[in-house]
């Protein structure tokens, strides 16, 4: 098994208030992460988040809950890891700043916040029924059909970013 140094750190984030398929999406996301040997990084509550750590726990994957209260007991009991940070939505950038690519499930002013920090910083978006997003300057959400090809362009587009990262001066 990888360290969690070496495995590609995947961001779920979403609907807190999701519906039923957003969570069902979020599940298979999960599982499919898990197989992928990825570590999920999320917010750490409900809705999108919790339903991503459950299908990555039924895989055997490892999540990371990055929480914006103080107290680790707040965490969906489907963390592995659960970190308090009291920093409230500003914490959303932390899940962000973690991940090597983020899958944006539905979502909210949050969800919204969570892509323009991704965008912003460069680290690349993939969207399942999220926000629909004038590109700019050639960036932008990339779009998925469904939860496994959402999961498969999350992972080509970190190795993606983390080949360009790792790459020497030419």
């Known amino acids: 098994m990888s ?8 961001g779920v984030v979403g609907a807190a208030a999701a519906n039923t398929e957003q969570l ?15 570590l999920l990084i999320c917010g750490g509550l409900g809705g999108v988040m919790q339903a991503a750590c459950e299908g990555a726990r039924q ?11 103080g107290d680790r007991l707040d965490a969906n009991h489907f963390l592995d890891v659960a970190i308090p940070t ?6 959303n950038g932390l899940i962000v700043r973690a991940a090597d690519a ?18 912003r ?4 978006v993939v969207g399942l ?17 469904e939860p496994l090809d959402a999961v498969s362009r999350a992972l080509s587009l970190a ?3 983390h080949a360009l990262r790792t790459a020497g001066p030419e």
Do not use: K, M, Y
């Open 24 to 38: 069902e999406q979020a599940r298979t996301v999960g599982r499919a992460l898990a197989n992928a040997n990825a």
């Open 121 to 124: 910083t460069g680290c690349p």
């Open 129 to 145: 029924g999220t926000w629909q997003l004038a590109e700019h300057d050639g960036t932008g959400i990339e779009r998925a059909s």
């Open 59 to 69: 895989g055997g994957g490892t999540t990371v809950g990055i929480l914006p209260g």
């Open 86 to 91: 009291g920093l409230g939505e500003l914490r």
């Open 159 to 161: 190795r993606a970013a």
């Open 3 to 10: 360290s969690g140094t070496d495995r590609t750190h995947i």
């Open 102 to 119: 983020l899958i944006a499930i539905g979502g909210g002013w949050g969800t919204l916040s969570e892509i323009a920090f991704a965008l």
